[in-house]
């Protein structure tokens, strides 16, 4: 071998300080080729649960000359307004007209309001019958229409709901309606109280459906660990 030549074969040991040894793996690598892998991965991000939307509650207080409406969501800690009014065909009208018309009015409502509920008024005997067999005529119209827009229908005595607005089954219209505005923070308009009667059906049932959540939270706030 000539003085100050290289070998030209493969570097031998005394060499090997300038070339990097192979790279050996961790234990843990060897153990598991994943592992690199797994330490890499981010944890997934939290995607929060989608709020509900409260639901709307429309109140009919059925007549085949006048039918009024009312309608609230269903929201903690009280109900919130969303509208109210009258259904009144003329009156020079015969009846199968009348009820033609409270069905078009309503139908037209029921797709812009899109209420999950309809409350209606329930038949009770204490009216005379003719009185009986007109609010039957109408009522099946209100449920019908509420069927076919596939919302829930609820019936409930007035008695009822003037229980669960008023305090008392016996309270007047003037009673009833002052509760009502009351507890929506409206201005009592006056005049006849068919949509007033009609708001008194919604916030029923509205406050029926609010209570167990309102409980819940309720239980949740004295609860240690719950919602705060």
Do not use: W
Not at 37 to 60: K, Q, S
Not at 74 to 101: S, W
Not at 184 to 191: E, I, T
Request: aromatic share 2%.
């Amino acid at each position: 071998m000539l003085a100050g030549k290289h070998p030209t074969g493969p570097l031998d040991a005394n060499r090997a300080g300038r070339v990097s040894p192979p790279r050996q793996l961790s234990s843990t690598q060897q153990s598991d080729p994943t592992a690199a892998v797994v330490r890499l991965a981010t944890p997934a991000p939290t995607v929060p649960a989608p709020t509900v939307p409260a639901p709307t509650v429309l109140g009919i207080d059925p007549g085949t000359r006048v039918m009024g409406y009312g309608a609230v969501t269903a929201c903690l800690p009280v109900p919130v307004f969303v509208r109210a009014g009258v259904i009144q065909p003329r009156k020079t009208n015969d009846l199968p007209g009348r009820l033609a018309v409270i069905a078009i009015e309503l139908e037209a409502l029921l797709e812009e309001l899109h209420p999950s509920v309809v409350v209606v008024e329930r038949a009770f005997t204490g009216r005379n019958v003719q009185s009986a067999l007109r609010l039957g005529e109408a009522r099946g119209v209100a449920i019908a229409c509420a069927a076919r827009s596939g919302a829930m229908v609820v019936e409930i005595t007035p008695a009822a709901a003037k229980r669960a607005v008023a305090g008392s089954g016996s309270a007047d219209k003037d009673q009833v309606a002052a509760m009502v505005m009351r507890m929506l923070g409206l201005v009592d308009p006056g005049g006849p109280r068919d949509a007033t009667d009609a708001l008194a059906m919604a916030l029923a049932h509205a406050l029926q459906i609010a209570a167990p959540a309102a409980q819940a939270s309720a239980l949740g706030r004295r609860t240690p660990g719950g919602l705060r």
